[in-house]
């Protein structure tokens, strides 16, 4: 899960260098200050992470809600739409655990 105020620290410590973001494709509309997913560019401890999805506005409740309901009910990939925004939600079991999930724009 990516949380604004973690990654702002870990970009303090110089362990992360964000490097912009890509507001994603909302069925034709211009983006604005209400677009709450964000494709981001970072290089986390010197290896570049040339994209990857974040939700911004959303509470941590919330991601825990939806990446759980997709690793219980879903597979690896789950398509679903979140506010105008269509997403996969991607689930990678790790033994009897979520080893990760995230967000993933699709247009």
Not at 6 to 26: S, T
Not at 78 to 94: S, T
Request: overall charge negative; aromatic content about 14%; charged content about 20%.
């Amino acid at each position: 899960m990516f949380y604004p105020s973690q990654f702002y620290l870990e970009e303090a410590k110089g362990n992360v260098d964000y490097q912009g973001y890509i507001f994603p494709r909302r069925r034709g509309e211009i983006p604005d200050s209400e677009t709450q997913l964000l494709t981001i560019q970072f290089e986390w401890n010197g290896v570049l992470k040339s994209v990857s999805s974040s939700l911004i506005g959303v509470s941590p409740e919330f991601e825990v809600a939806i990446y759980t309901l997709c690793y219980f009910v879903g597979g690896e990939e789950n398509h679903v739409e979140i506010g105008p925004y269509p997403v996969n939600i991607k689930c990678y079991r790790l033994g009897d655990s979520i080893g990760s999930a995230f967000p993933v724009a699709e247009c």
